[in-house]
Antibody
Framework: QVQLVQSGAEVKKPGASVKVSCKASGYTFTSYYIHWVRQAPGQGLEWMGIIDPSGGSTTYVQKFQGRVTMTSDTSTSTVYMELSSLRSADTAVYYC????????????WGQGTMVTVSS | SYDLTQPPSVSVSPGQTASITCSGD??????ACWYQQKPGQSPVLVIY???KRPSGIPERFSGSNSGNTATLTISGTQAMDEADYYC?????????FGGGTKLTVL
């Protein structure tokens, strides 16, 4: 079945970078877009951006531009989200989600990756 | 930027109907969808394209969208429906989420 499996929890110091992976299975990897959504503790959902794994084109929310990089590796059906210059406000659960169309609702989600930024 | 506004909390008695609203400028001209999220779990899509239910979502979940307000309605609410609910829409290809509503079944 269609599945997204994310990498494990991370603890980082302020100023460092984190790279979270999202491995897809059960469908043609290059036929679906991957979105990244984060959720700070006790807070709501926040969309970070989208990547087209087939060509690598990306769209980032302006808030994260300059700090976020989304990439894809078609050989392993894996998408990566790297966030740099981490601060405590980046402490959150990061989710990936796949959609067949960029403007389609998120019906497939990864299990989430907790990223903690603490000195 | 485009904003979606939800009430922070809604309470309902078991067996009754719960309605959760989501307000945004001319939201009725956009597609809205709804997610349910229980503690420690990933969100689950319960309504898409305003009114459609994904496979496996109970019929007691329904949606509507008109004017400036989208509404998620849960008929015959059960204890298992207690969760956070988020609306979501698109604005110029940007994904926007509402702030979320905590549904309490008591």
């Amino acid at each position: 079945q269609v599945q997204l499996v994310q990498s494990g929890a991370e603890v980082k110091k302020p100023g460092a970078s984190v790279k979270v992976s999202c491995k897809a299975s059960g469908y043609t990897f290059t036929s679906y877009y991957i979105h990244w959504v984060r959720q700070a503790p006790g807070q709501g959902l926040e969309w970070m951006g989208i990547i087209d794994p087939s060509g690598g084109s990306t769209t980032y929310v302006q808030k994260f531009q300059g700090r976020v990089t989304m990439t894809s590796d078609t050989s392993t059906s894996t998408v990566y989200m790297e966030l740099s210059s981490l601060r405590s406000a980046d402490t959150a659960v990061y989710y990936c989600s796949s959609t067949k169309d960029p403007n389609q609702s998120f019906d497939i989600w990864g299990q989430g990756t907790m990223v903690t930024v603490s000195s | 930027s485009y904003d979606l506004t939800q009430p922070p909390s809604v309470s309902v008695s078991p067996g009754q109907t719960a309605s959760i609203t989501c307000s945004g400028d001319k939201l009725g001209y956009k597609y809205a969808c709804w997610y349910q999220q229980k503690p420690g779990q990933s969100p689950v899509l319960v309504i898409y394209q305003d009114t459609k239910r994904p496979s496996g979502i109970p019929e007691r979940f329904s949606g509507s969208n008109s004017g400036n307000t989208a509404t998620l309605t849960i008929s015959g609410t059960q204890a298992m429906d207690e969760a956070d609910y988020y609306c979501q829409a698109w604005d110029s290809s940007t994904v926007v989420f509402g702030g979320g509503t905590k549904l309490t079944v008591l």
